[in-house]
């Protein structure tokens, strides 16, 4: 029985106020502070409850593949599993959908696609801090914002991109944001690839990950992750590894704004990724029982 009922605490509504309504956490006004404030604590409270309810895994030998919907992503929520793999000769594939070039809009001066370049960069750095090469980069570029979704224009072209790499790489695992993981660009990157899995015809074991849910997700909707299927990954041996790989994209400061090329994260939003776990959400062949839709 919880201390609390789950569905009672709720973040407060406050105004969102133009640059702080588009850039990630920055607080702009008490309002904005009170609201960061209450989301640290609750990201800690969902991480103590997924923690606890979550049975151990291995990092398994076989080929995979990270979904990832931009830069930095595939760093924070799967750096330490890509590391221990590296370590033991597996194969190791990263797909990026965007640049990024999107994370300083409405910020700076600075043209999206100089972002997107050194975003770039900094993903070939991170990459091999754990071990991977520039070679196992895959580039599915969208533009950051605009990955595609059902029944927009360019979703069908990319669902075909993403299945025939799935077709050439034939990982048998594939690691892909959880569809509730509370930012559009993320659920429509899980929708893409669960799509591209069916249409390639492959069958391989499918793990969500959290990024922005750690934060953002109401403590009302953690019985949907499906706290049974979480799984906890020991990266310790690896640990350093990855907090190397996550300072190669928080190290570069954009020119005249001094703000990271990644944005500017919420205070306490880092908190998750530098454990010493990772959380996965086992869901089997095929993503079975995925539901998406961050409330």
Known sequence: MPLFPLGVIVAPKVPAHGFAARVKGVARTPYDALRGAFRTARSAVVQRIVSAAARPMVASPGRCLVVAPHPDDETLACGGLMALKRASGAEVN?????????????????????????????????????????????????????????GQEG???????????????????????????????????????????????QTCELYFFLVWAWYKLPLRSLRRLGLSS???????????????????????AV????????????????????????????????????EGGCP
């Open 94 to 150: 990263v797909v990026l959908l965007s640049r990024g070039e999107g994370s300083h809009r409405g910020c700076c001066d600075v043209e999206p696609r100089h972002i997107g370049d050194v975003r770039q960069k900094l993903a070939q750095e991170a990459a091999g801090a754990l071990g991977l090469a520039a070679a196992n980069l895959h580039w599915a570029v969208a533009s950051a914002g605009h990955i595609p979704r059902r």
């Open 155 to 201: 979703l069908d072209g990319a669902v075909r991109g993403l299945a025939a790499l799935i077709e050439r790489l034939v990982p048998q695992e594939v690691f892909c944001p959880h569809p509730l993981d509370c930012w559009p660009d993320h659920e429509a990157a899980t929708a893409m690839a669960l799509e591209a899995i069916r249409t390639s015809g």
């Open 230 to 252: 979480a799984r906890r990954l020991d990266i310790r041996p690896v640990v350093e590894s990855k907090r190397a790989a996550i300072g190669a994209y928080l190290g570069a």
């Open 255 to 290: 020119p005249g704004c001094g703000k990271p090329y990644v944005g500017v994260l919420p205070r306490g939003f880092l908190a998750p990724f530098r454990r010493s776990i990772e959380i996965y959400f086992a869901r089997g062949p095929g993503g079975r029982g995925a």
